[in-house]
């Protein structure tokens, strides 16, 4: 980045800022004057007792099998140095890991930088900070003991504990990239609270008494690390809430931290505060992206284990949450809306690969969330209601968040009419609004197209998230705004469309923006034909850009009819209108997971006046999407 658009970024966060804000930022940077002294002053803190019970292991006799599988296959490859980050990309980070390396791309960052100094938003040689912290947030540690626990491995749990004997060596407190983001901390925290319990469980004495020297090593300068940088002001979205679940985990195992850090009730109640403002009344979590609300939750709920917290309006929250999730998430190909670089907060479930169908599974009491239910209990939702969404014969709204699933037919259709994001900033949200995304049964065939990457590949991740990308009804020559400004920045902010019922299998949304206005009416007509209406109130020409899955082939185009084809299985798609300008296959890339990226074909149209995109399934299509989407009695 120049300097002009190094100051231009600067200008714009500084907008995003409320006053007080930015005197705590100011704040901030004295504190960084100071941070030698205070990580000398650090040697002085003490654990004190462990309070071994928080958090609480399963009973390891009830372990699954196919759990205790996993766990050995996993640690084999992770201590070879053989991981797979977000759980998909096949990386070689060392043994021990090299921690300053971005393992997709080989740039090693300076380990001995003042981290206040490293400018992590923008490496060098396109490095991402993101996929640098993958490897530091510890949750393949506490993997490997997890394993190491379960089947009796000592050395395992010894090597794991080496490592991180090695991180500490590495990464003196301030320095270098795995200081510059407090929820990293926040997160590091949270692991080393489970590997620690583990370890000690593991009954060896020797591998106990190098635990309790380890611990005092990284619990202390954590916690105050954390304290000293907690998020505040616009940057306190899912941040803040994992750095006080961080902070909590260790003041339940250490109770003297609470001295320095705050007690358990103080720091529940702050997290408490963190889920009534960032999930709404109907569970929708305000960041606008789907991963990042599991992200949330699942930190949320881990906190009110560690607190046993009953009947509370923040449970009846979390558990909208949770029945939100349910419904919005597809069991086999999610393409998630939003953000999502798929983080995970501890290492439970038993495939990461296949981790968002797993916590549905869990969420909704089916056997494929086996793993989490041994490790987290049983799921928090039973036969309920959420009072503040509407559920008809196919459509299940959540008016607040401005998001509706439709399962009919074999059909599941997710329609966006959300607001941006959450707060100033709108860090995590895509200019989506009036996307459909189209599922057939087990299958993808219209897609949201995925996040990318941060700040490795910012200019993708720009497009990915753009109105460009999305098919609601729009200009042709685009909207002008929002305008994204820095990586997880967006100003100038959309209203939040409107959205309501026509009737049970017919659902409207509306976005009025920079003086145009458009209309998307989605229906299940008879003989399960899925109908599209889109439409401008305006004279002027409007475009829609249908992108498939990259399994998806595009033929034909004889009288506006076209036939997508997946796996032998046929759709046909005819456009219809008053007046179609053009209709064109191209195609664009797509991102399924964080970092990875896919070639898929799309469907351009340019109409006026009226425009209808009319779905029927030819012969051999799969029949249901998944029961475990019920939620169980």
């Not at 393409?335 to 479930?349: H, K």
């Not at 939702?381 to 509706?404: C, I, N, T």
């Not at 009419?417 to 087990?442: F, Q």
């Amino acid at each position: 980045m120049n300097g002009s658009s190094k100051l231009s970024w600067y200008a714009n966060r500084l907008k995003a800022m409320s006053l007080s804000e930015l005197w705590h930022r100011v704040g901030e940077n004295w504190k960084h004057l100071s941070d030698a002294s205070f990580a000398k002053r650090l040697t002085s803190l003490s654990l004190g007792d462990t309070l071994t019970c928080s958090p609480m292991l399963p009973d390891r006799a009830a372990a699954p099998p196919a759990l205790r599988r996993q766990l050995a296959a996993d640690a084999k490859k992770l201590l070879l140095g053989d991981w797979k980050l977000y759980g998909w990309r096949v990386a070689s980070t060392g043994a021990p890991p090299c921690w300053h390396r971005d393992a997709s791309c080989g740039v090693v960052i300076a380990p001995d930088e003042l981290s206040h100094k490293l400018d992590h938003r923008h490496l060098p040689h396109g490095a991402d900070a993101r996929t640098i912290w993958e490897i530091n947030r510890w949750s393949e540690m506490t993997r490997v003991v997890m394993h190491g626990w379960l089947n009796d491995d000592l050395d395992a749990a010894r090597t794991a504990q080496l490592w991180l004997e090695d991180w500490c060596d590495r990464n003196p407190v301030g320095r270098g990239i795995n200081w510059t983001s407090t929820l990293e901390a926040g997160l590091r925290l949270m692991n080393f609270c489970w590997f620690d319990a583990l370890v000690r469980a593991c009954g060896d004495e020797l591998l106990t008494e190098r635990q309790k020297v380890l611990a005092e090593r990284i619990v202390p300068a954590h916690a105050a690390w954390v304290c000293r940088y907690r998020s505040f002001g616009s940057s306190a979205n899912n941040h803040l809430l994992g750095e006080l679940v961080g902070l909590l985990h260790a003041v339940r195992r250490w109770p003297a931290l609470e001295v320095h850090i705050g007690t358990p009730g103080e720091l529940w109640q702050a997290v408490a505060d963190c889920v009534m403002e960032q999930f709404a009344s109907d569970g929708g979590n305000r960041e606008q992206a789907l991963h990042y609300h599991l992200f949330a939750w699942e930190m949320a709920w881990h906190a009110q284990r560690l607190m046993g917290v009953q009947a509370s309006p923040v449970m009846d929250r979390l558990g909208a949450a949770a029945e939100f999730f349910v419904h919005m998430t597809h069991p086999l190909e999610p393409w998630d809306y939003g953000d999502s670089d798929d983080a995970q907060v501890l290492p439970i479930v038993l495939n990461r690969s296949e981790a968002l169908s797993e916590w549905q599974s869990w969420l909704a009491g089916h056997e494929q969330g086996a793993t989490l239910a041994y490790w987290i209990g049983p799921t928090p939702l039973g036969s309920r209601l959420v009072a503040d969404a509407e559920s008809h014969e196919g459509w299940w709204l959540a008016k607040e968040s401005g998001m509706a699933v439709c399962e009919l037919d074999n059909w599941l259709l997710r329609l966006d009419a959300s607001p941006l994001g959450y707060g100033t900033m709108a860090a995590h949200g895509h200019c989506d609004a009036l996307h459909l995304s189209i599922w057939a049964g087990a299958q993808a065939i219209v897609i949201d197209p995925g996040t990318g990457g941060y700040y490795g590949m910012a200019d993708r991740r720009a497009q990915l998230a753009g109105w460009e990308a999305h098919n609601g009804p729009q200009p042709v020559a685009g909207f002008h705004t929002p305008k994204r400004t820095g990586t997880f920045l967006l100003s100038d902010h959309h209203a939040q469309p409107a959205m309501h019922l026509v009737n049970d299998r017919s659902l409207m949304a509306s976005l009025e923006l920079e003086g145009r206005s458009f209309t998307r009416v989605v229906t299940i007509g008879p003989n399960s034909t899925l109908i599209v209406d889109d439409s401008s109130r305006d004279d002027d020409s409007f475009r829609v850009r249908w992108c498939f899955s990259p399994e998806c082939r595009l033929e034909g185009g004889r009288m506006l009819v076209y036939g997508i084809r997946r796996d032998g299985r046929l759709w046909h798609l005819e456009v219809v209108g008053d007046q179609i300008v053009s209709c064109e296959m191209g195609e664009m890339m797509v991102s399924p997971r964080y970092g990875q990226l896919e070639r898929a074909l799309t469907l351009d149209i340019v109409a006026k006046g009226k425009l209808r995109s009319e779905w029927t399934r030819g012969p051999s299509v799969a029949k249901g999407v998944s029961k475990q989407r019920d939620i169980k009695a």
